[in-house]
DNA sequence: AAATACATGTTGCAAATGCAACAATCTTAT
DNA sequence: ATAAGATTGTTGCATTTGCAACATGTATTT
């Protein structure tokens, strides 16, 4: 009975928790990008999250790296050539597996700037945790990385 | 104890549920592409998006359209030009509060290939749901809502 | 009534992003 | 051993997207 309700539905894709997801996704981009305008930085909200993520992952290779923030080598490559204009990541070339790679690292000034950056966002981001219960929180979380792994195993990420 | 932990803990910004999201959300996208080539469709998958939307809300003007889709106001006009271009809206001046708008509505040949995509997704779409509880499904489009809602009361959404 | 402010939509320009092609280097196959 | 294929990174080009400026028409203020 209630299966059939289900099934006779028309579903919207806009109703679809996919595109929620997307929109919700657009919302914390616009919080993010009005955080930098009023800190006013030296690097853009794109090379921040790339800057931490360097940072969690000390000597990775580029495309790893890519990898891990869903972006094609390319673009990868031109966020961190910009990071390291500013002298905030060093790369040096090394080999992985037999192979040329470029390993990147943070630089001092790099954990200076990221860890100022991380402190001033920190009461916004708690902000943004406390609105859920804690098992909410968790539930959130396990709820994307399902999506993540099950969207895995249909299409894989070409990086 | 526990809060003292939690307070000491150095949050990154990668870690927290904002970046997760912004990742998931890249994951539901490429997912989409995918299917739209695929299917080998004769519109692209945000003008899908933003067809179901007209479908979903007859009569929008623009702008209104704009702050349903998160996108600005240019970018609203020439997505709405290419589907009208295809046939698939149409738009007609009106008046809104006594201001000129374009209201827009979805034409039948835009409800054929409407309904013929989303019955083409409509079994991945299932699967997707599927990998939730009933519960913990309620509880994610909850807490994206929650997120959107306190997201929308620090910053305005200039649309 | 004239001027200023506001709302809606469009155009131009710049930045971001992805895709395809390429270079260089290593591995595997015939 | 030579050819084909794979891996990593870069460059060029096209698409998408947003922001600022503009055009048009309305509301408000003085």
């Known amino acids: 009975m209630t299966t059939k309700e289900k099934d006779l539905k028309i579903m919207h894709y806009t109703d679809s928790p996919s595109y929620e997801l997307e929109l919700t996704s657009k919302y914390c ?13 030296e690097i853009t909200p794109e090379e921040f999250a790339v800057l931490d993520t360097v940072s969690c992952h000390k000597g990775f ?10 972006r094609d080598r390319a673009n990868t490559g031109r966020v961190l050539d910009s990071l390291e204009k500013k002298g ?13 790679v470029r390993i ?4 001092p000034s790099g954990e200076v700037i990221l860890k100022e950056l991380t402190l001033r966002f920190q009461p916004i981001h708690e902000k943004m945790c406390k609105i859920f219960s804690e098992e909410d929180l968790l539930i959130l979380r396990a709820s994307l990385k399902k999506v993540r792994e099950a ?5 894989d990420m070409q990086i």
Request: overall charge positive; aromatic content about 4%; some cysteine.
């Open 29 to 41: 981009k616009a919080l993010l990008i009005k955080l930098f305008n009023q800190v006013c930085s």
């Open 61 to 70: 290779c580029q495309r790893d790296l890519a990898k891990l923030i869903l």
């Open 88 to 100: 905030f990541i060093k790369r040096s070339n090394d080999t992985k597996n037999n192979r040329l």
């Open 104 to 107: 990147v690292n943070i630089t």
């Open 151 to 155: 969207i895995s195993q249909i299409v």
